[in-house]
């Protein structure tokens, strides 16, 4: 029973390139969140999705940024023209309802975006 | 505003000596309450979560929390820690209406000094 896969686990672009993150929730598990870890900061909210919705993108900075959570495959968060600045651990959780459930989250082991 | 607290950045304690790391949320209702620890380069491992009940709840690793409404606060303790506790702890709340999105104190880094 794998839990929460992200990949990559590292990756590195230039400034101005895309960068695609993937992320396979928990086996049975329908809710996805993004959450953004920034060096020495706590986990920054990005986005909640299920299947083909966006639920809460209030996290997600205006531009550059998109995700989504097809019926079939991965939720990719993408970040187009990459600056510096979105140099972080990005980490995607899932949960099979609300979050509330005797488990909650499940966090996958993130991707850490470097850009040079 | 609804925020997390955790008001202290690092903290540095002798292996075997006792450990309590501060939480405090501020939120209408009573959130759901959450711990968790993060080894560096890692991602993030549930350590025990509170939702209804007894207020004192067992974690793994030998880790507890208490819940005290009055105070606002979600502490987590450790009588006694072990080297490999070194590490980042976030307290994290699910707030009890509206969208689910858990939201995160900034972290405590622990260090554990021989």
């Known amino acids: 029973n794998a839990g929460v896969m992200q990949n990559p686990r590292h990756l590195v672009r230039r400034r101005g390139q895309e960068a695609r993150l993937r992320c396979s929730p928990m086996?049975?598990?329908?809710?996805v969140y993004w959450y953004r870890q920034l060096p020495e900061e706590g986990l920054k909210f990005m986005v909640y999705?299920?299947?083909?919705?966006?639920?809460?993108e209030s996290g997600m900075p205006k531009e550059r940024f998109s995700a989504e959570f097809p019926k079939e495959g991965p939720s990719i968060l993408r970040i187009q023209q990459v600056v510096r600045g979105d140099s972080a651990a990005y980490f995607c959780?899932?949960?099979?309802?609300?979050?509330?459930?005797?488990?909650?989250?499940?966090f996958g082991s993130g991707t850490r975006l470097t850009v040079v | 505003a609804q925020s997390v607290t955790q008001p202290d950045i690092h903290i540095t304690v002798s292996e075997g000596a006792s450990l309590e790391l501060r939480c405090n949320y501020s939120?209408?209702?009573?959130?759901?309450l959450f711990w968790y620890v993060q080894s560096p380069g890692q991602g993030l491992q549930l350590l025990l979560k509170?939702?209804?009940?007894?207020?004192l709840v067992q974690g793994i690793k030998g880790f507890e929390a208490e819940f005290k409404r009055s105070q606002s606060s979600f502490n987590l303790r450790k009588p006694s820690v072990h080297w490999s506790d070194a590490a980042e702890y976030f307290c994290?709340?699910?707030?009890?209406?509206?969208?689910?999105?858990?939201?995160f104190g900034a972290g405590t880094r622990l260090a554990v000094h021989p």
């Open positions: 959780a899932s949960s099979s309802s609300d979050g509330r459930g005797s488990y909650g989250y499940t």
């Open positions: 086996k049975g598990h329908s809710h």
């Open positions: 999705l299920q299947k083909e919705n966006i639920i809460d």
């Open positions: 939120y209408g209702a009573t959130p759901y």
């Open positions: 509170y939702f209804s009940g007894d207020t």
């Open positions: 994290a709340v699910l707030p009890s209406g509206g969208y689910n999105k858990l939201i």
